[in-house]
Structure formats: structure tokens, C-alpha cells
């Protein structure tokens, strides 16, 4: 699990208090979420598993497929 700005692609990435927590630029905040995580055993394994298999997504084999799902609809689109 993460603590990270809300900046970029970290709404897909990143599930907001599941997968880790997203924040604004505060390093009070950030403080404050990572002695969270460091204090609560239970929140800290729970975000990282869901972490661990929102992240398992992310595979060559995944990037792969969609890749050649695109490529299929582009083919699709100048043949019809």
C-alpha cells in the first residue's frame, strides 16, 4: 500500500483507504497516514493485499491482450 498525491493516473492506480491512501501535498497529512499504517497492523496487511492484486493486473501477458484487442477493432473498423 501507498500514500500518494492525488496527481496523474493515481485514481486508476490507486483505490483511495483500500489499496492506500491518496492526499493532497500536506506533510502533516502524509505524517499522519503513514503513523496510520505504521500503528495498525490489521489496515496496514489489508491494504496491502488489495494493493498486491489490484498491481497482479498490471502483467505483460495483460498489456499484451489489450494490445491486440485494439488492434482487432482498428482492423475491424477499416475492413467494414
Known sequence: CVVSPHTGLVDELIQDGVTG????????????????????????????????REVERFTFAHAARGLLTALHQAVDREVA
Open 21 to 52: 491512501f491518496v492526499s493532497p501535498l500536506d506533510e502533516a497529512l502524509w505524517g499522519d497516514r503513514v503513523v496510520q499504517l505504521l500503528s495498525d497492523d490489521a489496515l496496514w496487511q489489508s491494504m496491502s493485499r488489495a494493493a498486491r
